[in-house]
Each structure stands twice: as structure tokens, then as C-alpha cells.
């Protein structure tokens, strides 16, 4: 009898572990209920227990004990990577496990505008939390980091491809300077790099004059003919005269380009040295480059804002004056007095 009795508890112990390990292994909730998924941190260094516990309290799992189990029959301990994850209650515990070990974390779209400085981008990261700003902008004048990506540069300005990404949160800053600048790479063609030595530039040369040429027009269609400008200025060995190089170059900008500012030292200021700056001012994007390259045929060495986003060339410092004296001083005496 003592015999049966240790069988039978034997075997009903069994039957309520495998109908307990059952009830674990099944979702919190059917997909008929259409469950709100949640997101849930996996901090950096997290034990499985830890996860586990997590998972039970987000009301993910039923059973903390059963998912460590499973992690363990999976050799899953000290594998799971860290991140923003967004989990559903009707997925089964060991989709969710799957979905930890391979580090499927949720990606956040972040836009890099065309024209931003190294600055500016590590700002827009930093706001959206995606990498810390300090550590971004150290590694982008770290010559040595520099050197590891293959570039050959004082800094990384103008070569942080402005784009749209998917990032996690976070991302290292090493990493998401590698993304930029694999990014630039893609769109560098060998066919445009081919171009850049027909026309004897390197890369960095390349990217500088993009950089100003995105600076100073914001349309599309006017870039060649800004780019035939300044190739025509070089080939002169004309000053560029660029108010946006200027303006990168003074160590504090207000916001307005003061006449004194042209006579400012910097390297950057076009108006005192002839030829390209030291290098980028901001990130070219692909029109801007591809403008740099493939220069408009034509003898102009001039251009003024018409005060709506379009330029007037000239080729004569005479038809110029005139210009400025159109769509400048006309216009900003109007302006004046309008405001009396």
C-alpha cells in the first residue's frame, strides 16, 4: 500500500509539474484579446533572474521561476542583450526568449538634416536619447578613432552622412558615427570618386566645397550652378568670399555677419584666403556632392540672394553691384520701410 501511494504521488506530482510547466509556457493572454504591447529596458549587465523577474512584474510571463527554467534548459543565462524591447502579452514566453536572445530591440528613426554641423548632430541625437553628446563629439575630433574608419582628417565634419537612421536606444557613439559614415561611403560612388580625380580633387576637397555649396543655397536645382561659381573662383585663384565659412570660423556667432567679422583670421574665412577652407563647414548631402563633382558649364563668378531661397549669377563684378543693388539694398530699404 505504502508502495501504490508513493506511486501515485509520484505521478500526480508529475501530471501538476507538467500541467504547471503547460500554464507557464502558454502566453498571460490570447491574441482574441488583442493585448497593448509594452516596452520594456533590459539594462546593461541585467541577470536572467533579473530579466525574469522584470518580464513577471510587466505581467509578460506568468512565471518567473518557468522562464528561468526555460532559459536555463536553453543555455540562455548572460545571453540576452540589453535594450529597449516591445513585447506583447500573447506572445509565448519562449518567443519572447528568442526575441531577447537575438536582440530584435526597438529601433527609433532620427533624421540628420543636410547642412547640420558635427554639432548640430550630436545634438539631435542627444535629444532624441539616442548616444551621449560628449562622448559623440570627443570621437569625432579623436584622430585616432578618425584614422580607424579610413579617413584622413582633423575632425569628422562633413563626413556624418545626413540621413534618416534607425537607431536603439542607446547606441554607442562609435557606432552610430560608423553608421554615418558607412552611409557617406554607400553614396560616394567609385563612378564619383572616379570623377573626383578627373577633375584633380580628393575626397576631403570634395566634401569642403559640397559643405559650402549646401550652405549657401537651399535648392536643389540652383546647386550646379553655386558650385560652377566657386570652380570658377579656384580656377582664377579668386577668393571664395562665402559668408557661411565665415561664420564657421568665428569662435561666437549672434546670428548676424557683422563687416568686421570678414576680417576675421580664421582659416575658414574666404574673404581673406583664396582657395577651399581647411575642410567641411557641415554635411553635404548627396545633391551637394554630386553638384561639387559635376559643376554647371558657365563663366559666372558672382551670385546674390534674391530673398527667396534663389540666387542671381553674373558674370561681371558690374552686372553684380547692379544685383545687389535689386534684390539687396532695394530690398532691405523696403524692408526698413515697411517696419516705420
Not at 30 to 58: D, M, W
Not at 147 to 157: H, N, P, Q, R
Not at 196 to 206: E, G, P, R
Request: aromatic share 8%; glycine share 6%; proline share 6%.
Amino acid at each position: 500500500m505504502i508502495l501504490i501511494v508513493l506511486v501515485l504521488a509520484a505521478g500526480l506530482a508529475g501530471a501538476a509539474a507538467y500541467l504547471m510547466m503547460k500554464w507557464a509556457e502558454a502566453p498571460v493572454v490570447t491574441e482574441a484579446e488583442h493585448p497593448p504591447s509594452k516596452v520594456v529596458v533590459i539594462a546593461e549587465g541585467s541577470t536572467f533572474q533579473h530579466v525574469a523577474g522584470l518580464l513577471e512584474r510587466e505581467r509578460l510571463i506568468k512565471s518567473r521561476s518557468a522562464f528561468v527554467l526555460l532559459g536555463k534548459a536553453l543555455e540562455a543565462d548572460r545571453k540576452i542583450r540589453p535594450g529597449e524591447y516591445e513585447l506583447n502579452p500573447a506572445m509565448l514566453p519562449a518567443d519572447i526568449l528568442s526575441k531577447l536572445l537575438a536582440g530584435r530591440v526597438v529601433l527609433h528613426a532620427v533624421t540628420i538634416p543636410e547642412g547640420y554641423t558635427m554639432v548640430q548632430i550630436a545634438d539631435v541625437l542627444a535629444q532624441h536619447h539616442i548616444t551621449d553628446r560628449a562622448e559623440f563629439l570627443r570621437l569625432a575630433k579623436n584622430k585616432g578613432f578618425i584614422k580607424t574608419l579610413g579617413i584622413s582628417a582633423e575632425t569628422l565634419e562633413g563626413y556624418l552622412y545626413p540621413d534618416t537612421y534607425r537607431f536603439p536606444k542607446p547606441v554607442s557613439a562609435k557606432d552610430a558615427i560608423r553608421t554615418m559614415v558607412e552611409q557617406l561611403n554607400q553614396v560616394v560612388t567609385p563612378e564619383w570618386q572616379a570623377r573626383a580625380k578627373d577633375i584633380h580633387l580628393t575626397l576631403h576637397q570634395v566634401l569642403t566645397l559640397a559643405s559650402v555649396i549646401e550652405k549657401e543655397t537651399g535648392s536643389g536645382e540652383e546647386r550646379p550652378q553655386i558650385s560652377s561659381v566657386f570652380h570658377n573662383r579656384l580656377q582664377k585663384k579668386i577668393p571664395l568670399q562665402s559668408d557661411p565659412t565665415v561664420i564657421y570660423g568665428l569662435p561666437d556667432f549672434d546670428g548676424n555677419l557683422h563687416k568686421k567679422d570678414l576680417s576675421h583670421p580664421s582659416l575658414y574665412n574666404t574673404y581673406r584666403w583664396a582657395g577651399l577652407p581647411p575642410g567641411p563647414i557641415a554635411s553635404p548631402g548627396a545633391q551637394a556632392i554630386k553638384a561639387a563633382l559635376f559643376p554647371a558649364v558657365s563663366s559666372y563668378l558672382y551670385f546674390v540672394s534674391k530673398n527667396d531661397g534663389t540666387h542671381q549669377f553674373s558674370t561681371t563684378l558690374t552686372e553684380h553691384n547692379k544685383a545687389v543693388e535689386k534684390y539687396q539694398k532695394q530690398f532691405f530699404s523696403r524692408a526698413h520701410r515697411g517696419r516705420t
